[in-house]
């Protein structure tokens, strides 16, 4: 259930006011009243963080003192904030899963409200999950939710990511060798649809390795991939869409480092393999993919290269994505590789090699 906004501190006798912790990096948020009265509580090993979690208010700080936690942690309180002290404080599956929605679906951390009400300004922070059978960290029906400086490593399916969600923010973290994304964003998991406004979402400053993909970007508008580095999966960042409408696109793919993205990935029922594979787009429409670095990214899969456009699972082609000021090297079969030749897509000032078809490269790199 819920936990209700704090909406009137009047008649409030004692109060501690403790400063709201604040996430390395974060831009301060304008306070809510109700949060004057904030509450750090401090977890040690051995003790329960759902209990402590189950007792907070809108705007109380859970903090994690160093050590290993064995459980599945279900937030739904607004404004909460979660802070370990870094990698050395763990979240790792008890032998047998916590008795809440996050245990039975297998995942570490799960932020969830509604597309209707949902959970907001969420706060996850300087701590290591590791080890769950589905996702790390994993948002459903959210709004502001931010995860920083926090590693995601060795989970069953998504290291971190969100659904039904707005305005999140995945900053700074590590997320590696989990068994599918890295950072994995959606309109929603279970049905089809077309593509849902992320308004604003930001996935930036992240290091994502040994993933089958880096980043995937699915069904969703209004959001920007900035300034991540992307290395050792078998893709570094796909954006995917299809026929339905609205059509996913209108996002960013900006400054990036994605290099050497050459593990393999077996076919599943939807894609063929994947090995070599830096940026692809599939069924996208309005995307700008600017100003990365791609590199070495080398396979033989049919959407192996550096910067790829790639007819969707259901035949949906690209349209109107502009790629530009892009460097790239050493990616094989092509550095730019237009391959199902979508209306009014642009190719402009970027500087590399070898393009499928020809003539998409500006200049060549020495």
Same mark, same amino acid.
């Given at each position: 259930?819920?936990? &209700? ?5 009047? =008649?409030?006798?004692?109060?501690? #006011? ?6 390395? +990096? ?76 996050? =245990? ?25 999950? %590791?080890?769950?059978?589905? /996702? ?20 069953? !399916? !998504? ?27 959606? /309109? ?27 980043? #995937?970007? *699915?069904?969703?508008?209004?959001? %920007? ?27 960013? #793919? ?6 050497? /993205? ?9 894609? &063929? ?9 599939? +069924?996208?429409?309005?995307? *700008?993919?600017?100003?990365? !670095? ?26 109107? /994505? ?45």
């Amino acid at each position: 259930m819920r936990t &209700p906004k704090l909406r009137h501190l009047a =008649g409030l006798t004692a109060v501690l #006011v403790i400063e709201l912790a604040q996430l390395p +990096g974060a831009h301060a948020a304008p306070v809510d009243p109700a949060d004057q009265a904030a509450t750090r509580h401090v977890v040690q090993p051995g003790q329960s963080v759902q209990a402590a979690v189950d007792a907070a208010k809108p705007g109380d700080t859970i903090e994690l003192r160093p050590g290993t936690y064995r459980e599945n942690i279900q937030i739904s309180t607004d404004r909460l904030t979660l802070l370990g002290a870094g990698e050395s404080t763990v979240l790792s599956p008890a032998a047998k899963p916590s008795d809440n929605a996050c =245990g039975a679906a297998g995942h570490g951390i799960c932020v969830t409200g509604t597309a209707e009400d949902p959970v907001s300004d969420v706060r996850i922070g300087s701590l290591k999950v %590791t080890g769950f059978a589905k /996702n790390g960290i994993w948002g459903s029906g959210t709004d502001r939710m931010t995860v920083r400086d926090t590693v995601a490593e060795d989970n069953g !399916q !998504q290291g971190m990511g969100q659904e039904m969600s707005t305005r999140g923010t995945f900053a700074d973290n590590v997320s590696r060798s989990n068994k599918q994304s890295g950072i994995f964003l959606a /309109n929603t998991m279970d049905a089809e649809g077309g593509a849902t406004d992320a308004l604003g979402t930001l996935v930036a400053g992240n290091r994502l390795s040994g993933n089958r993909t880096g980043v #995937v970007v *699915r069904r969703l508008r209004d959001l %920007t991939v900035e300034g991540n580095t992307i290395t050792g999966n078998c893709a570094g960042v796909f954006v995917v869409g299809d026929e339905s409408t609205p059509r996913a696109g209108d996002l960013n #793919v900006r400054y990036n480092s994605v290099y050497e /993205n050459n593990a393999y990935c077996e076919a599943t029922d939807r894609l &063929p393999f994947i090995q070599g594979a830096g940026i692809v787009l599939t +069924g996208a429409e309005g995307t *700008r993919v600017t100003g990365n !670095q791609v590199t070495g990214n080398v396979g033989t899969s049919p959407m192996s290269g550096g910067i790829v456009l790639f007819t969707s699972a259901v035949g949906a082609p690209n349209a109107k /994505n502009a790629v530009s000021r892009n460097v790239l090297s050493g990616n094989k079969p092509a550095d730019l590789a237009d391959r199902d030749k979508g209306p009014d897509n642009t190719f402009t000032d970027n500087v590399c090699e070898l393009s499928e078809p020809t003539g998409r490269c500006s200049e060549a790199t020495s």
